[in-house]
């Protein structure tokens, strides 16, 4: 299998170019492809895919081949991947994801493209549609009992389940032990994506985020849009904030016109090669 690897700030996918041939068994191929110590090495799996409705189609599967509805960094490498590499001249892009059709405005200097806005969409916050067990319209700073401590979490679902969880620090937490802990609570139904956030001023936002069935990432795109919708809710930042993740940062906006959340963000190349997979293919 030919492969490209790419990474957003640091969240790195496999990608598979199968607009002209599909991938049999993704799930067991992102299982193998995602792993750090036996495989390539990644996030996940993401498979760039011919689409009925936009230009391309985008298919994510988390490292444990778990299907993902949308990925923020993925698709920024998407729109990097089709219009570095030739496939398409556009620099206002549509692309097809399990969330919906995403709109993509590609800044590119010198025939390369070099950052990529994203329409993220109208972020939902009923509790059944991110969705989450409890009542009201809205869950803002609401208690849950994780393990034996309180926390007040804002949840948001943009595509995809998020959490926030607002505190005065988060380098020092042990992710590792309270990300799964989150992920697989009972009030989490399709489980979830957990940011553990520290609002450095009402333009800056630090986080850290578990995500589910891939663990800690050095970035999510869709968390930082859930991150910068609970700090608005929550009256701690404006509409506007760059939010600084393990491995970079995303300029993040919370449209008054339209409702929708604006993900401004890089997308790197890092290297392509051949993978034997044997049976799997």
Known sequence: MRFTKMHGIGNDYVYVDCTRKKL????????????????????????????KTADFRMEMYNADGSVGKMCGNGIRCVAK?????????????????LS??????????????EQIQVNMGIPLLKPEEVPVLGRGEQLVGEPILVGKHTYAMTCVSMGNPHAV????????LELEKLGPLFENHERFPQRVNTEFAQVLDGENIRMRVWERGSGETLACG????AVLVAAVLNGY????????????ELTIRWS?????????????????????LGDLE
């Open 100 to 113: 919906g059709v995403k709109t993509l405005e590609l800044m590119v200097q010198d025939g390369l493209v």
């Open 222 to 225: 869709t968390g930082a849009c």
């Open 24 to 51: 049999a068994h993704p799930e067991e191929i992102a299982r193998v492809v995602s792993h750090r110590g036996k495989g390539i090495g990644s996030d996940g799996l993401i498979l760039i895919c011919p689409s």
């Open 256 to 276: 008054r016109e339209d409702g929708c959340v604006y993900m401004t963000g890089p997308a790197a190349f890092v290297f392509d090669g051949d993978i034997d």
């Open 237 to 248: 930042t404006q509409r506007r904030a760059l939010v600084h993740l393990l491995g970079g």
């Open 165 to 172: 969880v607002f505190l005065d620090h988060v380098e020092s």
């Open 81 to 97: 991947y089709v219009y570095d590499r030739g496939m398409t001249d556009k620099t206002r892009l549509r692309v097809e994801t």
